[in-house]
């Protein structure tokens, strides 16, 4: 198992950028694949972001370009860097982890693109 906690949302202007960190109980290093989605209110939960243990990458079609998946092993952390925010990016984004054992999820964090 998993702990996942989300931090490094609020509110910011369109245009803005903001870092969202995923700190992990555990070493990441193995988990299969970590990642990030968000729900909007009234919305499901789409996809953002994916990292695969080799370092692979996916991006929904609307943050391509602006949004960049990384990991810090070291520290046990995954981010998202979100640059050029818009409107429609405002949602509550959640790290999740996928391993043998299952799905882990955290919190989620709130992120608010508005002027």
């Known amino acids: 198992q998993v702990q996942l906690v989300e931090s490094g949302g609020g509110l910011v202007q369109p245009g803005g950028s903001l870092r969202l960190s995923c700190l992990a109980s555990?070493?990441?290093?193995?988990?299969?694949?970590m990642g990030w989605y968000r729900q909007a209110p009234g919305k499901q939960r789409d996809l953002v972001a994916t990292v695969t243990s080799g370092g692979s990458t996916f991006y929904a079609e609307s943050v391509k370009g602006r949004f960049t998946i990384s990991r810090d092993f070291a520290e046990n952390t995954v981010y998202l860097q979100m640059n050029s925010l818009k409107p429609e990016d405002t949602a509550v984004y959640y790290c999740?982890?996928?391993?043998?054992?299952?799905?882990?999820w955290g919190q989620g964090t709130q992120v608010t693109v508005s002027s």
């Open positions: 999740t982890a996928n391993m043998m054992t299952g799905s882990f």
């Open positions: 555990r070493d990441i290093f193995r988990i299969d694949t």
